[in-house]
């Protein structure tokens, strides 16, 4: 199926690359269907493009590529609900947020989005009595910026 992006144009994306996240994104409840979108494969960021809304689009990136210690363990319920079998079964994201004026990024590491990505759901979630915020500071390695200079 072909989709329209507000960042990527059209694009060609394949059923089997949907990620249906049943009770949509928490603020954006009405989309549920998204597809991850990897615009470079040694960048260390991607997007999670929403198929119904050209206009949303996600920065996102691997929280523990950036924050080695950064560690939770999933409910049972969110387990269930994503039916999630296996831990191979699980990919984690967080959103990242860029400042204006392109200086500085912070990461979401206290709500971040759990895919299961063998049945294709995802959610994002809350992460209770965690020590972790909305806006932690995120500081590239040289590698990692040489990386998102190629990409864009």
């Known amino acids: ?54 206009g949303l689009s996600f920065l996102v990136g691997n929280p523990f590529s950036f924050f080695e210690e950064y560690d939770f363990t ?26 204006e004026d392109c200086t500085a990024m912070t990461v979401n590491l206290l709500a971040p989005i759990v895919m299961n990505t063998r049945v294709r759901l995802g959610k994002q979630i809350i992460l209770h009595d965690s020590p972790y915020r909305t806006k932690h500071e995120l500081v590239l390695s040289p590698a990692d910026e040489a990386a998102s200079e190629v990409e864009g």
Request: no cysteine.
């Open 74 to 99: 999933l409910t049972e319920v969110v387990q269930l609900e994503l039916q999630i079998e296996s831990p191979d079964d699980v990919a984690v994201w967080s959103v990242i947020t860029v400042n």
């Open 1 to 54: 199926m072909k989709i329209n992006t507000l960042f990527f144009g059209e694009l060609e994306v394949e059923e089997q690359e949907v990620i249906t996240f049943p009770q949509g994104i928490p603020g954006f409840e009405e989309w549920t269907r998204y597809v991850l979108i990897h615009p470079e494969e040694s960048a260390p960021f991607s997007y999670i493009q929403s198929l119904e809304e050209a």
